[in-house]
Structures are given as C-alpha cells and as structure tokens.
C-alpha cells in the first residue's frame, strides 16, 4: 500500500521528507516507515490551508497507518511508544556515530551526508513521544548542520572541514595567542629540563561532540555539552538533494556513544568458544538470545516508569519472569 502512495500536494511539501524516508525503509525497517508516516500524519494536520486534496491524501496516510499497525500487532516498537522511542533513538545514534566517524576520518561520501540527513530526520520524528533530551537535541542540530554543510562543500568544489568548525571565539583566541610570539621554550637555544606534560593540542575544538573512541576502548567519552555545533547553516536545505542516495544500514555493532539508549550485545565470545548454555532456579535451559530479548523487557520497563506509564511497566515485567520461568516468550 504504501509503494501506491499519491504524489503529495503542493501544499503539504513540508512533509514530504518525512514520507520519503518511510518510503526507505519500507523493506528495510517497518518500524522506522511507521513511524515517519505517522510523524508526517501530525504535521499535516497542523497545516490550515487544507482543501479536498491534502485531505484525502492524509486519511489515506491514516489508513495505511491503521492497517500497518494492525498487521503488526505483536511488535512492540510499532503497538507502544515507549519501545518505538528507545528503538528510534537507537538507530538515529547509530547512523549519527558512524557518519561522524566517517566525518572525521576525512571520508565525505554521499553515505555520509545521507546518514547523517536521515539521523536528523529520526531525531525530528523523536517529537512524537514528546520534548527531546538535551543530547538529542543537540545530536539533530549537529547532524543537519553537517549535512548541509558537507552537500554544499561538495557542490561547490570545496573539501570539507572534518569535525567541528572553529567558532569566531575560537579564532580570535588563536590569533591572540600568535601574536604573543614564541613562548620561553622556543627562545631558549636549549632545550627546557625534564619531559613535557602538554599534551598535544586538537586540531578542531570539540565543540561539546568529542572523538568517540575507536573499537575495543575501554573508555566511555561524556555526554555533550549543551554549547551547540559551530556557526554554518543551521537551517536544514528546504528540498531533499539526496533523493537518490540510499542511506547506510547502521552497523549493528556502534562505539559507544555519549548517553542514549544502549543495546544489550552480550558478553564477547572468542573464536572457536561456545557460550555454556544458562538454566535458571527451574531447571529450564535459557539461550543467549531468550537472556537478551528478557533483558530487553526489563529496559522498556524501566523505560516505561519514566514516563509514569505503570501498566507498560508491569506488562513487560512479567513477559520478561515468563520467559526466564518457563522459556516461552508471551
């Protein structure tokens, strides 16, 4: 149904990215398409100047909506928000953490600029289970920025600046400092006694969006600062140029981002080792991924008393005891 979807009328072109991006991920995700067509059902509605045609066109939104979730009935990242807002905060992350890392490796392909475009888009569509974190507001506003930025380096014939850019604040600091002259160090014929604690300067201030670590570290970086990404274009291009560019699968294995939702992975297995099966108090042999999807239960149920949602919280409590009881999933 939703590969016959109408053209959109002219007067509902501000959704039409929202669409698009539902439109693929329509094989890929069904739980990120449903979410972008009922994020873009929201903004529709709010549009005044509505006549027959946007009309017709957003019940037949709503109906694909209906039935979708009808056919989904027991998923749920598509029946409760709760799970569908960790789910998508999840995959915008991931998309996020790999086009930056791709950013600052200096690799600016149109993947990049796609993922980074489509995670601000799932950050938009975030709105719909309420007011945004500070980080994922911070992450959206990166990410479109970056977007922008990194497409119109390319169309204009310009390499683009890996990572954050320097700030005005940042520039007059470095003009100051050189016009200071050489330090005491560098004027002295010798060398100065006993090895150097500086530590070498980063070539771009973060910004409040550090270097995530590479694959292994053991350190997890901080949260982002609420200082937003350098001054550029902020304001997202109106129409979508990367049409045409298929975003990248998030890896299914992301570094360790700064906060946000986090998948359980379990613990690594070396080559050639076999995880010993896990029986509970009952006797009942557990596997890895019964242990995960209970330990998924007990995440959306914790999700769930954040926002006060009691019922949620007991439900997915007691799928989580059935399953490590009996080893059936309810």
């Given at each position: 149904m939703?590969?016959?979807?109408?053209e959109?009328?002219?007067?509902?072109?501000t959704?039409s990215?929202?669409?698009?991006?539902?439109?693929?991920?329509?094989?890929?995700d069904?739980?990120?398409?449903?979410?972008?067509?009922?994020?873009?059902?929201?903004?529709g509605m709010k549009i005044?100047?509505q006549?027959?045609?946007e009309?017709k066109?957003l019940?037949?939104?709503?109906?694909?909506l209906?039935?979708?979730?009808?056919?989904?009935?027991?998923?749920?990242?598509?029946?409760?928000?709760v799970a569908?807002?960790?789910?998508l905060?999840?995959?915008?992350?991931?998309?996020?953490?790999?086009?930056?890392?791709?950013?600052?490796?200096g690799n600016?392909?149109?993947?990049?600029?796609k993922?980074?475009y489509?995670?601000g888009?799932?950050y938009d569509v975030?709105?719909?289970?309420g007011?945004?974190?500070?980080?994922?507001?911070q992450?959206?506003?990166?990410?479109?920025?970056?977007?922008?930025?990194?497409?119109?380096?390319?169309?204009?014939?310009?390499?683009?600046?890996?990572?954050?850019?320097?700030?005005?604040?940042?520039?007059?600091?470095?003009n100051?400092?050189?016009?200071l002259?050489?330090?005491?160090?560098?004027?002295n014929?010798e060398?100065?006694?006993?090895?150097?604690?500086?530590?070498?300067q980063a070539p771009y201030p973060s910004?409040g969006f550090?270097s995530?670590?590479?694959p292994?570290?053991?350190?997890q970086?901080?949260?982002?600062?609420?200082?937003?990404?350098?001054?550029?274009?902020?304001?997202?291009?109106?129409?979508?140029?990367?049409?045409n560019?298929?975003a990248?699968?998030p890896?299914s294995?992301?570094?360790k981002p700064?906060?946000?939702?986090?998948?359980?992975?379990g613990p690594a297995?070396?080559s050639?080792?076999v995880?010993?099966?896990?029986?509970?108090?009952t006797?009942v042999?557990?596997?890895?991924?019964?242990?995960?999807?209970a330990?998924k239960y007990c995440?959306?149920?914790?999700?769930?008393?954040n926002?006060?949602d009691?019922?949620?919280?007991?439900?997915?409590?007691?799928?989580?005891?059935?399953?490590?009881?009996?080893g059936?999933?309810?």
């Amino acid at each position: 149904m939703a590969s016959n979807l109408p053209e959109v009328p002219a007067s509902l072109k501000t959704i039409s990215h929202y669409l698009k991006t539902a439109q693929e991920h329509d094989t890929r995700d069904p739980i990120v398409s449903y979410w972008c067509r009922l994020y873009a059902l929201q903004l529709g509605m709010k549009i005044n100047s509505q006549g027959v045609e946007e009309r017709k066109f957003l019940i037949y939104v709503m109906d694909w909506l209906e039935t979708t979730k009808k056919a989904n009935a027991d998923n749920d990242c598509i029946i409760h928000e709760v799970a569908a807002q960790a789910y998508l905060e999840n995959y915008a992350l991931r998309l996020f953490l790999y086009a930056d890392k791709q950013d600052r490796a200096g690799n600016f392909g149109k993947n990049v600029v796609k993922a980074f475009y489509t995670a601000g888009m799932l950050y938009d569509v975030m709105q719909t289970f309420g007011e945004l974190t500070e980080e994922v507001t911070q992450n959206r506003k990166y990410a479109k920025w970056k977007a922008s930025y990194i497409h119109n380096c390319l169309k204009n014939g310009e390499t683009p600046v890996p990572g954050p850019m320097k700030t005005d604040e940042d520039n007059e600091l470095d003009n100051e400092l050189a016009g200071l002259g050489p330090g005491p160090s560098e004027r002295n014929d010798e060398p100065m006694a006993g090895p150097s604690n500086t530590q070498p300067q980063a070539p771009y201030p973060s910004m409040g969006f550090q270097s995530w670590p590479q694959p292994g570290g053991g350190e997890q970086p901080p949260a982002p600062i609420s200082s937003g990404p350098p001054s550029g274009p902020t304001n997202f291009v109106t129409n979508d140029p990367f049409s045409n560019v298929k975003a990248p699968t998030p890896p299914s294995e992301p570094e360790k981002p700064p906060g946000g939702f986090q998948p359980y992975t379990g613990p690594a297995v070396t080559s050639g080792e076999v995880p010993a099966p896990v029986f509970n108090a009952t006797g009942v042999q557990l596997t890895a991924d019964q242990l995960t999807k209970a330990q998924k239960y007990c995440k959306w149920a914790g999700s769930a008393l954040n926002y006060e949602d009691i019922k949620t919280a007991i439900d997915n409590l007691q799928k989580a005891l059935r399953l490590l009881q009996t080893g059936q999933d309810s």
